[in-house]
């Protein structure tokens, strides 16, 4: 029988700036894993070293004092920058090493995927703050199956590091090539699979463990919206 593991538990043993790169499921792995962290009473920001979407029902602080009153009434709270172009936050003024020494956890968006399930990243890809005490890649799994060109985000990129197609499909394996081809998170660091809704599913549960099995290390799966993952050895 799979082992679940709740969002504030898989979170809980590295406080400081968590970064959150990748696709599928960054933007839900900070709001879900940040009122979780709240909800067992730690203090918690959520912040972009880029831009993202603006949090739904997490209030919003633009400036330091603004920031330190609400997390005085409040557990959760996103601080950052709305840009009137485009609606989206943008990094807040406020160092992140000051956010940490604010907050017990800081969890930071670090990347941007176009909203796809899948990426490959260029260069100047993931901002990774200074201050970061973990990464936590995250993969769309619900892609699997999928074109190379329809999936991912930077599919030229993808095609290169893992010498496929763009019409090829986006298996557990091929995928995991690529992570692994770029080198973004360390044995301290996390990978999860996320849209995986059915882990009780024979193909689903098989694709996960093809995938961890290609990238040789530990890997979560299941579905971050639910609050909890389960641990693929």
């Known amino acids: 029988m799979l082992h679940t593991i709740p969002l504030d538990q898989l979170l809980a043993p ?3 700036v968590i970064s959150v790169i990748g696709s ?3 933007s839900t792995l900070l709001a879900c894993g940040g009122r979780a962290l709240a909800d067992a009473g730690r203090r ?3 912040a972009t070293s ?3 979407f603006v949090p739904q029902d997490i209030p919003l602080a633009s400036g330091e004092l603004e920031l330190e009153a609400m997390l005085s009434k409040c557990n959760l709270v996103c601080v950052g920058e709305v840009e009137q172009r485009t609606g989206k936050l ?3 003024a406020i160092p992140f090493s000051r956010l940490a020494d604010m907050a017990d956890y800081v969890l ?7 909203r796809l399930p899948l990426k490959a990243h260029a260069p100047h890809e993931p901002v990774i703050p ?3 005490a973990r990464t936590i890649l995250v993969v769309g799994a619900g892609a699997f199956g999928e074109t190379v060109e329809t999936a991912v985000h930077r599919p030229e990129i993808f095609c290169r590091l893992t010498g496929c197609s763009p019409q090829d499909a986006a298996t557990p394996e091929l995928v995991a090539r690529a992570v692994a081809a770029e080198g973004l998170v360390d044995e301290d660091d996390l990978v999860i699979l996320n849209q995986v809704d059915h882990m009780d599913r024979p193909s689903s549960l098989d694709a996960c463990h093809d995938f961890a099995r290609a990238l040789g ?3 979560l799966a299941g579905s971050i919206r639910s609050g909890a993952l389960v641990h693929l050895g």
Not at 108 to 114: F, Y
């Open 14 to 16: 590295h406080r400081g």
């Open 24 to 26: 599928g499921g960054k």
């Open 44 to 46: 918690v920001v959520l």
């Open 50 to 52: 880029t831009h993202m």
């Open 90 to 92: 943008i990094a807040s």
């Open 108 to 114: 930071v968006e670090a990347d941007g995927s176009h």
């Open 130 to 132: 200074a201050a970061n």
């Open 217 to 219: 290390r530990d890997v």
